[in-house]
Nanobody
Framework: QVQLVESGGGLVQAGGSLRPSCVAS????????VGWFRQAPGKEREFVAT????????FYAESVKGRFTIFRDNTKNTVYLQMNSLKPEDTAVYYC?????????????????WGQGTQVTVTS
């Protein structure tokens, strides 16, 4: 079992930055891949970024590549999503998800555990 808690969302103007975090607890230690996903009102949940258990591999959705960075600190059981140059279309609830003992993935169906989400709102 892995429990995930996100925080760090908020309200920001276009061009600004936020850094949501995802703290994990449970019996897997740091041996889990993590993905960040988002869901805007009236839209399906979509992939944003993913990172391997040791941070050595990362992948990004095209829409955020070059603006967002996913990284982790396994000493704190925390995965971060640094979001720069935010746009109004980045407005969504952001969720982190974990895959214990598995490699990183861009697919929602591959993740076993999910956090409750954190709201990110970008105003123009």
């Amino acid at each position: 079992q892995v429990q995930l808690v996100e925080s760090g969302g908020g309200l920001v103007q276009a061009g600004g930055s936020l850094r949501p975090s995802c703290v994990a607890s449970g019996r897997t230690g740091s041996n889990y891949a993590v993905g960040w996903f988002r869901q805007a009102p009236g839209k399906e949940r979509e992939f944003v970024a993913t990172i391997s258990w040791n941070g050595g591999r990362t992948f990004y959705a095209e829409s955020v590549k070059g603006r967002f960075t996913i990284f982790r600190d396994n000493t704190k059981n925390t995965v971060y999503l640094q979001m720069n140059s935010l746009k109004p279309e980045d407005t969504a609830v952001y969720y982190c998800a974990a895959r214990p003992y598995m490699s990183e993935s861009t697919y929602i169906r591959d993740y076993n555990y999910w956090g409750q989400g954190t709201q990110v709102t970008v105003t123009s």
